[in-house]
């Protein structure tokens, strides 16, 4: 079964194996990192769902949409990595992704 790395705000790395077709915050959640409130359920509305994806990661990164990057445009410390959990819909490329759960704030 294909997985992601996640480091977590306590810096922690978990292995979470994920189903392709799942979005990211669900196999987080069902993985029990529940980190991500992702409030607005995928709106893109909120932005509490930001992850940096790993630069250096062996896995192909999707580029995000245009409204995902409106979205990532207005948070306070974007970086050219961050991503929007509720918007990556994971597949068997992204095999071995790593991610950061960033501070809140």
Request: charged share 15%.
């Amino acid at each position: 079964m294909p997985h992601i790395l996640v480091t977590t705000r306590d810096g922690l790395t978990h292995q979470v194996e994920y189903l392709p077709g799942r979005i990211l915050t669900d196999a987080l959640h069902d993985a029990g990192l529940t980190e991500l409130r992702a409030l607005c359920g995928g709106c893109l509305t909120c932005a509490t769902c930001h992850v940096y994806v790993d630069p250096l990661s062996s896995a192909s990164r999707p580029p995000f949409g245009e409204l995902e990057g409106v979205v990532i445009g207005g948070l306070a410390a974007p970086r050219e990595n961050s991503r929007l959990a509720c918007q990556l819909v994971l597949t068997a490329a992204l095999d071995g992704l790593a991610l950061t759960i960033p501070p809140e704030g």
